[in-house]
């Protein structure tokens, strides 16, 4: 059993999150600070006019300042809406309003987008809880960002955002895994 991958990314899993649970608040403020900047460049050097970005949940790397900063310089921001059917809707959340989303992930509110609108933009950045050195991605075990990522035609670069502890050796794998082209963390950039 021990190799069956789904029950490895669960172990993981529980691991990380006892991790994420465990950081002080002065630890989460610092990897805040580097991981907008962080972001920041990323976003600057792809020169992106639109992103998408989802709201990070408590215990995840905080995107909020991110968002705000890409706001500002007039960058168009989608946010996930997430669906019964396991695929993403997208908004711009109009009203700078949130909302607890399905399984309580935080949702910005506004009109509907529909799952295609993701293809128009530059840089797609997505939750996870470990990746591995080849650029696989883990994330935390619903399959929205893996169902997306692998329908696109034409997909743009896509960063995950961990902690730096978050860099394993190697994630377990499964057939619908989707890899990642970088890793942002507060201290680095990483391309794969």
Not at 62 to 69: A, K, L, S
Not at 157 to 163: D, E, H, Q, R
């Amino acid at each position: 059993m021990a190799s069956d991958p789904a029950h490895q990314k669960r172990a993981l899993r529980a691991e990380l999150r006892e991790r994420r649970q465990n950081m002080s608040q002065r630890e989460r403020e610092a990897a805040t600070t580097g991981l907008t900047r962080n972001l920041e460049t990323v976003a600057a050097d792809l020169s992106a006019r639109s992103i998408a970005c989802y709201l990070s949940a408590p215990s995840e790397p905080n995107t909020r300042p991110f968002i705000n900063w890409a706001e500002a310089q007039g960058i168009r921001v989608l946010f996930p809406i997430s669906r019964d059917d396991g695929l993403l809707d997208w908004t711009v959340g109009e009203e700078n309003v949130e909302t607890e989303g399905l399984y309580g992930v935080p949702e910005a509110v506004g009109e509907l987008l529909g799952p295609i609108v993701i293809n128009d933009v530059d840089l797609i950045v997505v939750p996870a809880a470990a990746v591995d050195g080849s650029g696989m991605r883990m994330g935390w075990g619903r399959g929205y960002f893996d169902k997306t990522l692998g329908s696109m035609e034409r997909c743009p670069p896509v960063y995950a955002v961990l902690f730096d502890s978050e860099i394993v050796d190697e994630v377990p794998r499964e057939v619908h895994d989707q890899p990642v082209d970088g890793v942002v963390t507060p201290t680095r950039i990483l391309s794969f």
